[in-house]
């Protein structure tokens, strides 16, 4: 088994920063802010956050701010859930969330809540229990999660619950371990891990793990590293780890990278990007691999980074 | 250096326009795709003969600076292909085309948006010419943003702040069939990219602007179930689109969903391995249920359940004779969970209403012996390893006696004692110790939890 590419990864990940010359590239910058997290949680998790200008950065996360309070993607997008958590974490990296007006921000969040206690992603109204997790995630973060009926948040979340245990975005939707994570992050953030039949979810969760020790997130699918985050964090919040082989998931996730230039790919062999880079590095981090910081399971972030918004240096 | 950087016959702009027109032009479209510019002279030989459509009818209806421009820069039809509705755009102007297009979308959002603040400022002034003077510069405006943010969807599926601008401009409108262009264009951004979360989400924000203000709802939510199978098709496990379909059944009628069940029991059929096509019919089942009971709330009447009863038993029917049929299909196990599951708890009671969870467990019901019997015999079929040589059969013993366990474990205070000791008598565990020792600990685990040893 080969050895995490530290060095080569961050170089990677600093490099993929400044491409802006190939369509494949540009395409996405319209969620740039996901990536800036994806990329700078893992420098961080590797322990060289270092290499990064703060104040770029953080001038940058507070350009992509809308007057609602929302962030969007990028400089002159429209506000989403879905970015304005990645800017708080970002934020959060660098020790940063107190130039935020956390008012505005949470009542931006607070805005979105709907009568079921469902959250919509925009004022456009997509509904989905991602964006309930968002919310959560964001508010308590910013210690405001008093702005929402968390109650009723977590009511809908449990109506998203199906048969086999798991979690889908709306109510009746198809069982995902992205979602699964969302829901068992929400429930884990607000302490209602009691809605949860933890043996019943462990089973689906576990059942995730295929021959070659690679997760995947829905049955008959390929395994895939990201998984390694949305399954592994949620069976570490339900305490139901140990029924997965570890071993062969690191095994796995250490064969997906790129041994000459860095950077994680979904499965052996294939491209790799920053967002598989993130969830192969945070899988790792969650797996007790030597040399990394520890992730929170519920947050996504470093411990020491939660530790420190809740409990002060 | 990149590909697209070797591109220099014209401006950008021009792309853009010439981009621009042919969706005008063609507003039929159904099927977008980027292709290599080696591709054109294989598809121009293959339509044989003048080159394609869209130039010619452009020609004649262009005005004079956009024809002198397509006809310089696509004369040789390498930049854009169309026919037959079907549009092609060569992947070596993405990146320019892409830029212009969000440049000129960038600008003329934010002016529409700048604007429209003006006119609502203004509104209260009384002011008549000047009112009039704004909304018909706001109606510039609004085709402006319609059409640029049109072309970048076509270039970046998930721009969101481009989706968003055409809700903008269309949520104030009345107009029926512009909502219904806006399911043609989601649907062609599809067509390139059938997991665009931003496309899926367009729909749905359409169907919940006209529900309630059209009359052919369930004829509009039939197109859309229609068109999730044709993607389902091409696209295999699309989550989304399977999800889009989920969420429609809130909108069918009880006649369709019935409809539904029965209608593409023949596609899963052809599609064993898509778990989604399986949890689709999960959900419409369980609308039934849900249907079934409101129905007994107000009649009080057990009648209505004599045909999902039926329902239920063909669908479990069906799938053991696909389970028999398809080797080592874990989406056929699964779905065989729910079956079951419901089944027990709602239908193989003797007494109507009988919970579960009631404290008189001492005999087990006679439907619920005939059914479990039913089952082990199926796993005894499913768990002899007929040829230790294909992984299949493996993983179909794996998946028949992780069956049994997991039934086991969820109806277990349904079961009374004697019918556990049956089902489990250690024979599912000892099967998955010896087909999978390496899962050993979570065989013990699982085992576990349903009181075997």
Sequence with gaps: MGELEVEKHVKYILLVEKRKDDFESVVMEHLRMNGAYWGLTTLDLLGKLETVDTEEVVSWVMKCQHESGGFGGNVGHDPHLLYTLSSVQVLALFDKINVLDTDRVSNYIAGLQNDDGSFSGDMWGEVDTRFSYIAICCLSLLHHLDKINVEKAVKYIVSCKNLDGGFGCTPGGESHAGQVFCCVGALSITGSLHHIDKDLLGWWLCERQVKSGGLNGRPEKLPDVCYSWWVLSSLIMIDRVHWIDKEKLVKFILDCQDKENGGISDRPDDAVDVYHTYFGVAGLSLLEYPGLKAIDPAYALPVDVVNRIFFGR | ?453
């Design chain 2, 1 to 453: 250096m990149s590909e697209e950087g070797l591109y220099c016959e014209g401006d950008p702009l021009d792309l853009l326009n010439q981009l621009e027109y042919i969706l005008e032009s063609d507003p039929l479209i159904d099927e977008v795709g980027f292709i290599h510019p080696s591709q054109f002279v294989a598809l121009n030989e293959e339509a044989g003969g003048p080159p394609p459509s869209s130039v010619g009818t452009v020609l004649q209806s262009a005005d004079e600076s956009v024809k002198s421009k397509i006809s310089n820069t696509n004369v040789l039809n390498t930049v854009f292909w169309n026919r037959d509705h079907k549009l092609g755009i060569s992947t070596k102007v993405l990146l320019p085309l892409y830029n212009a297009a969000k440049h000129a979308f960038m600008a003329a959002n934010e002016q529409y948006k700048m604007h429209k603040n003006l006119s609502v400022e203004r509104d209260g002034s009384g002011n008549g010419s000047v009112l009039s003077c704004y909304s018909t510069s706001l109606n510039i405006l609004e085709t402006q943003v319609m059409k640029h943010s049109r072309a970048l969807l076509l270039l970046s599926c998930d721009f969101g702040t481009a989706w968003n601008s055409r809700k903008l401009v269309l949520s104030k409108k009345q107009h029926f069939p512009i909502f219904m262009d806006e399911l043609l264009l989601s649907a062609l951004v599809l067509s390139y990219s059938p997991k665009s979360e931003s496309a899926w989400s367009h729909r749905r924000w359409v169907i919940k602007m006209i529900a309630g203000k059209c009359s052919n709802l369930q004829e509009i939510v039939e197109k859309e179930s229609e068109l999730v199978k044709k993607i389902a098709e091409k696209s295999k496990m699309n989550y989304r689109a399977w999800n889009h379909r989920c969420w429609l059944v809130s909108y069918m009628s009880g006649g369709q969903v019935l409809h539904e069940l029965s209608k593409y029991r023949d596609w899963a059929g052809l599609h064993i391995a898509d778990n989604s096509c399986f949890h689709y019919r999960t959900r419409l089942m369980l609308r039934m249920l849900e249907d079934s009971w409101q129905k007994q709330n107000v009649n009080g009447c057990s009648g209505c359940n004599f045909e999902i009863h039926q329902v239920w038993k063909e669908e479990l029917d069906w799938n053991e004779m696909l389970i028999k049929r398809y080797i080592g299909r874990e989406a056929l196990w699964l779905h065989r969970r729910f079956l079951s599951l419901c089944w027990i708890k709602h239908f193989a009671t003797d007494i109507h209403d009988a919970s579960c969870h009631s404290d008189h467990k001492t005999s087990t019901s006679h439907d619920m012996v005939i059914f479990m019997d039913n089952e082990l015999g199926l796993f005894r079929s499913c768990s002899a390893i007929l040829d230790n040589d294909f992984e299949d059969f493996q993983s179909h013993a794996i998946f028949s006696a992780t069956y049994i366990l997991w039934l086991t474990k969820q109806v277990s205070e349904c079961l009374g004692i004697e019918l556990r000791e049956k089902l489990l008598a250690g024979e599912p565990k000892t099967l998955l110790n010896k087909v999978c020792l390496e899962k050993a600990f979570l065989w013990d685990s699982l085992g576990g939890l349903c009181g075997c040893i």
